[in-house]
C-alpha cells in the first residue's frame, strides 16, 4: 500500500524520539503525544486518539509484564537472602575466581554467552545477575560496566546468531527461501565479529572505571545493587547462621539444576522448546519463588506469612519504578507493528505503520554489494526498534532475497539484517526491549545503559558488515 499522512506521521515522531535520545533526554513525552496524534489522524476521531493512549500502554505492559514479573521474583528471593545474610555468603566462593573487576568482565562476558546460546538471554539474565553481578561489584567492576557486558554477550552475541535455537535464522531463511544452516553458519561468524569488537571497544571505552578490589565505593554500590529499602522483617530463628549457610549453598545448587536441566532438555530430549525464552524464564521465576518461600519461612516461621508478601510487594515496586517509563515508549513503537496496531486502534486488521515505511524504501536501494549490505543493516536495525528484534525478520529476509547478486548473495545479506534487527531490539540499544531486565537486575538507568551500548555496537554491526562483504 501507499505511504499515508499516519506513516509519515510516525516516521517524523519517530525520528523526534531518536534525535531526543541523542540529546540524553526522555522520551516518555514525545511517544505518548505521537501515539495520540497518530491515532487521532488514523481513525479521524479525536476520542480514539485518546483511547489509543491507553490502549497503547496496556498492551505494552501486557507484552513486558513477564520481564517485569520475573524482575520482581528474583529480587524478592534476594531480599530474602538478604535476611538471612545469605546473599554474602553465596557469592564468597566466586570472589576468588573473579579477582579483580578486569577479569570480572570477560568472565561475565563468558557465562552469560555460554548459557545465552542454550535457552535465550530471557532466563539467563535473572540466574547471572543473582549469582554474578554482586561478586563482580565486589571486584571492582561497576554495576553499569556489567550491564554492558551483559548486554553485548546475551543480547547481542548469543541471540543474534541464536546458533542453537536457530528462531532467527529460521525466520529469515523462510523469507528468502533459502536454507536455514547458511544462514544460521553466517549469522554465527557475523556475531561473533559484531561481539568481538562490541566487548573490544566496551572495554577500552570503560576500563578506567574499573575500581580496586579494595575500594570503598564498591560496597556502597553493591548496597545499592538489586534493592529497596532496609528490610523491616525481624527475624524469629535462633539459628540464623545455620540457615544462612544452608540457602547460601542451596540457592547457587537450585540455579544451576535450571541451568543443567534446560541445557539437557535442549540437547537430549529432542530439542523441546518449552523451556527457550519465556518458558525458561518461567521456570526460573518458579524455582525462585519456592526458594523465597522456603527462605522466608526459615528465617521468619509463621511470620513468613506477612514477610512474603512484603518482598513480593517490594520486588514490584522496584520494579515498577525502575521500569515503568519503558512501557508507554514501547507502546508507540507497538503502534508501528501490524501485531499489535490493531489492540491499539481498535480495528480488526490494524496498519504496518513502521514496516510499510521500511517498504517504501526498497526500490530506492543500490545494487552495490557494500551499500545493498549497509542498507539491509539499517533496515534491519530500524524494525528493532519495536522492541523484538524478531518482527523485522522476515522483511530483512525477503529484501535479502531480492537484492541477491553475484557479488553478494542472499544468505548473506538476510544474516546481516538479522544482526541489524535483534542486536537492536533485542536487544542492546533500544530501552523498551528486554534490556530493562538487565537494567532492572543491576540496578541502573536502562537510558544510561543504551548510550554505553552504543558506540561498542554500531562499531561492531558496521565491520562485521563490511567483513561480510569482503569475506563471506
Known sequence: MGLTLPHLLYGLFTLAIIVTMIFRKGVVLPTLLGTF??????????????????????????????????ITFMLALLHSLRDLGADVRMIQP??????????SFFILIIVTYIISLFFWPTPAVPLI????????????????????????A?????????????????LSAASAGIDVGSVADKSLILSLIAGGVAVSLAYLLYRKTIRSKNDPLNMVELQELQTAEGSKNKVQTENLDVWSKVFSIAVPISLLFVVIYMMYSKLFSGGS????GGGGAAFVGGVAVILLLLSTIAFGKYHALDYVSNHITDGFVFAFKAMGPVIPIAGFFFLGSPDFSGNILGVEEGPALLFDLVTSTQEFLPQSALLAALSVLIIGIITGLDGSGFSGLPLTGALAASLETTSIDAATLAAIGQMGAIWTGGGTIVAWSSLIAIAGFCGVSVMELVRKNFIPVFSGLIIATIAAVFLL
Open 37 to 70: 496524534v497518530i491515532a487521532w489522524v488514523y481513525q479521524g476521531n479525536l476520542i480514539d486518539g485518546f483511547t489509543a493512549i491507553f490502549n497503547a500502554n496496556l498492551v505494552a505492559a501486557q507484552e513486558l509484564f513477564s520481564i517485569f514479573l520475573i
Open 94 to 103: 566466586l570472589q576468588k575466581m573473579m579477582v579483580n573487576g578486569h577479569v
Open 129 to 152: 545477575c543473582a549469582l554474578l553481578v554482586p561478586a563482580a561489584v565486589r571486584a571492582g567492576l561497576p554495576a553499569m560496566t556489567a550491564a554492558v557486558a551483559i548486554a553485548i
Open 154 to 170: 546475551g543480547q547481542g552475541m548469543a541471540l543474534s546468531s541464536d546458533y542453537i535455537v536457530q528462531v532467527a535464522p529460521s
Open 273 to 276: 522448546d518449552e523451556l527457550v
